[in-house]
């Protein structure tokens, strides 16, 4: 089970290029005008005198004007208090503060229905040289020595089924019910009509209508819709076309070897 999406935020108040802060200083500052001393709100921030102090003058000087000033007359003769304009700066900040809370809180209602989207939005970024990536789900695992036999199932309905190593398979994380895709490079892929099958692999035959025929080149490639939905592409010589009778609108089947076909999971 993967960790729900969530989703949070952090405010930051900046002039021009410069950073005045955010909730840290924000927080020093309340401090300062409760405790009315730089070394109690220090302690009460969690930061040494000093830390205290730098930045609270690196504030002032990226206001513009102070915004804490040293008093006459309050603890051990003398105190530390915000100015009028460090008040408002911190109303301010705790004002956009609460409706960036809102809106966070907007958006983490939508989150359940955008998790469910962002495993295809994964897919959708998938970049691979192989021309046939096909999603699925786990059917089947089968143990065959040291290599294991993976099935597959499209939503289609159809199965491809894939021969890997046992090592690969654990270090993926394979397991029945979770969900992988297929590559599938075009020129690993043959296609034939029915009277042409014999002798072609017999691990993963898909049948389909050619939906387009490419000829160019002394190659052909051949799009085959299958009946999911789904479409395969297969590149082959330019007289397999025409020996085997094949063309747009044709039953034909798609063949390939398990050894052909590439499991991959999204990290």
């Not at 102090?53 to 309050?74: H, I, K, Y």
């Not at 939906?211 to 085959?224: H, M, Y």
């Amino acid at each position: 089970m993967t960790d729900n999406l969530q989703v949070s935020g952090s405010l930051w108040l900046h002039r021009g290029n410069a950073s005045l802060g955010g909730q840290a200083r924000i927080a020093l500052l309340e401090h300062i005008a409760a405790q009315g001393s730089i070394t109690a709100a220090a302690r009460a921030a969690g930061m040494s005198y000093k830390a205290a102090w730098d930045a609270v003058d690196a504030m002032n000087q990226l206001a513009g004007e102070p915004l804490v000033e040293r008093s006459t007359g309050g603890r051990g003769g003398g105190g530390t208090r915000l100015t009028a304009r460090g008040a408002k700066l911190v109303a301010a900040f705790r004002a956009v503060e609460a409706a960036q809370q809102q809106f966070l809180a907007r958006v983490a209602g939508d989150l359940e229905p955008f998790g469910e989207q962002w495993p295809l939005i994964s897919r959708l970024a998938l970049q691979t040289s192989a021309r046939n990536q096909l999603h699925g789900t786990i059917s089947g695992i089968r143990s065959c020595g040291v290599n294991d036999e993976v099935t597959l199932a499209l939503p289609g309905g159809e199965t491809i089924t894939a021969s890997l190593t046992h090592h690969s398979t654990q270090t993926l994380g394979l397991a029945v019910g979770g969900e992988a895709f297929a590559l599938v490079k075009a020129p690993w892929i043959d296609v034939a009509r029915d009277a042409d099958l014999a002798g072609l692999p017999a691990a993963n035959r898909l049948a389909g209508t050619i939906d387009a025929i490419t000829d160019e080149g002394g190659q052909a490639e051949i799009l085959l819709a299958l009946p999911g939905g789904s479409r395969l592409a297969a590149v082959v010589p330019h007289e397999t076309v025409s020996a085997r009778g094949l063309a747009p609108g044709a039953d034909a089947t798609a063949a390939f070897a398990a050894a052909s076909v590439i499991i991959g999971v999204l990290a």
